[in-house]
């Protein structure tokens, strides 16, 4: 039972243009979102996140959306750079409880050519 | 700067052997995690522990076991490796009652790619 989906494995844009990600949850529960980004060898690392109480939060190039109704948030990030070509990973969590776990997406591997 | 530090890289054990991975966080928090990271599959909880000698069981605990002696410390136990445990296994620690806008963040370790032959 994937809980946290991402239905695109893959995604390739051009230098400059907008990469948009994309996440689809199950659980209503789920209350706090998080977008991380893994280079090859190396861990996972925390890029943005939203509360269910806002639509939208905005971090330099990175924004990220949440529709509540639709069960689905986005990472945008514009421009894209050949740098941010890793992959994401949407993570989602439950209840007020800080530090409890993360359920993970199967992540999108972002392709950004020069 | 949080670290999360993670005892191999690289790990090539054979079939039935008992394997132990290390992980090691410097920031005091409470919260410590093992997850696999498997193609298509994305990064699913193995154990997590919330304090010292304390474990919960996450998605897939079969095969693995794990300690938690010292708060900085929490160790990962394959008792009888098989081959589809090969994986890249990640470290993950968080702090309990983290401000507002940061929480459930968790700081990942490097990773350690396990191979079972």
């Known amino acids: 039972d994937q809980q946290v989906k991402q239905n695109s494995p893959s995604l390739s844009v051009q230098e400059g243009r907008i990469s948009i990600l994309n996440c689809d949850y199950t659980?209503?529960?789920?209350?706090?979102f998080l977008w991380y980004k893994k280079y090859p060898a190396e861990g996972p690392t925390f890029l943005i996140s939203?509360?269910?109480?806002?639509d939208k939060n905005e971090d330099g190039r990175f924004t990220v959306f949440l529709n509540k109704s639709a069960k689905h948030l986005s990472l945008h990030i514009v421009p894209s750079q050949p740098g941010d070509s890793a992959v994401y990973f949407c993570?989602?969590?439950?209840?007020?409880?800080?530090?409890?776990?993360?359920?993970f997406g199967e992540g999108t591997q972002l392709t950004v050519n020069p | 700067d949080v670290k999360v530090t993670q005892s191999s890289r690289y790990l090539v054990k054979r079939t039935g052997e008992k394997v132990f991975l290390e992980c090691v966080q410097d920031?005091?928090?409470?919260?410590m995690f093992w997850y696999r990271q498997d193609p298509g599959l994305g990064l699913r909880l193995i154990y997590f522990?919330?304090?010292?000698?304390?474990?919960e069981k996450g998605d897939i605990p079969e095969g693995y076991s794990v300690s938690r002696e010292k708060k900085e410390r929490f160790s990962l136990i394959l008792e009888s490796a098989s081959t589809n445990q090969t994986s890249m296994y990640l470290c993950?620690?968080?702090?309990?009652?983290?401000?507002?806008?940061?929480?459930?963040?968790?700081?990942f370790g490097p990773g350690t790619r396990l191979t079972v032959l």
């Open positions: 993950a620690s968080s702090l309990w009652g983290a401000p507002s806008g940061r929480r459930d963040t968790q700081y």
């Open positions: 659980n209503s529960m789920f209350d706090y």
């Open positions: 939203i509360s269910s109480i806002k």
């Open positions: 993570a989602a969590s439950e209840g007020e409880t800080s530090g409890s776990r993360l359920t």
């Open positions: 920031m005091d928090h409470e919260n």
């Open positions: 522990s919330y304090d010292v000698k304390m474990k």
